[in-house]
C-alpha cells in the first residue's frame, strides 16, 4: 500500500507448539494483532511446566479413563501428540477428530490414535485408556456415562489458556494454549516496530492502552 507493509496476525503464538511452528515477528508500517489474552493478568505458565504436570496425570490414572475435551482441529492433534510424545499412549477419538488428523499426517505431522468404533480402539477400551474428544461433551454426565459403561473410574480435563480464569467443570484445568498470552502480544508489537497497533478479537481496549501506555500509538478496531 503505496511502499508501507500490513500485517494481519489472526490468532498466533512465538512459541512452538508439539504440532506446529511459532510465529516468526514481522517488521511492519501497520500492525493488527489479535488480543484474545490482551490483559496483563494473561500470562501462561512456562509450557514445559504445563506438560509435566499434565504427564504426571496421565501417568498416575493409567488404569483409568482420562478424556481431554478438545477442539476438533488445532488443539486435539496437539493433545494427541503430547499422549503420544510425552506419555507412550495412543488415545481413542471421535470420527470428527480423526478425519483431521488424517489431514495433519498428510502434511508430515505423525500421529497415534484409534477412532471410535474400530477394533484398534475396542481392545484399547478394555483397559484403562485416554480419550480426546469434542469438549461440548465433556460434562458431569457424559463422565458418569463412561464409568458405568467400562466399570472404572473416568477423569476429564481440558487445555486452555482459560484455565487460568475458569474451570469448566472438569476434573483438571491445564493452561496450555493456541494463543499468545500478554507478554508474547507485547512482544510482538514492539518487535514489528510498527507505527501504527490495531488491536481486535478480545480485549481490544485494555490492550489498546497498555501499548500506548509503553509509547505505541495503538488503538482498538472499530
Known sequence: TD????????????ADGLTTTGAGIIECDTLMIESTYGLPEYVFPERER??????????????????????????AQELIKFLNSH???VPVVNRKISKFCKVYEKHGVKLEYAEA???????????????????????????????HAHHRKCYTAIATGW??????????????????????????AEGSKAKKVICMHGYEEELAT?????GIDARPFK
Not at 60 to 69: E, K, Q, R, Y
Open 50 to 75: 504445563v506438560l509435566d504436570e499434565m504427564e504426571k496425570f496421565v501417568k498416575s490414572h493409567a488404569d483409568d479413563i482420562i478424556i481431554f475435551g478438545s477442539y476438533e482441529v488445532g488443539k
Open 163 to 188: 484455565a487460568l480464569k475458569y474451570s469448566y467443570g472438569v476434573d483438571r484445568m491445564f493452561a496450555l494454549s493456541d494463543h499468545a498470552d500478554f507478554r508474547q502480544i507485547c512482544e510482538y
Open 87 to 89: 506419555c507412550s499412549v
Open 117 to 147: 468404533g474400530t477394533h484398534e480402539a475396542e481392545e484399547l477400551m478394555k483397559g484403562g485408556f485416554p480419550a480426546v474428544l469434542p469438549r461440548k461433551l465433556i460434562n458431569a454426565e457424559f463422565k458418569s456415562m463412561m464409568e
Open 3 to 14: 511502499g508501507a507493509k500490513c500485517v494481519y496476525t489472526g490468532d498466533f503464538k512465538l
Open 210 to 214: 497498555n501499548l500506548r501506555e509503553r
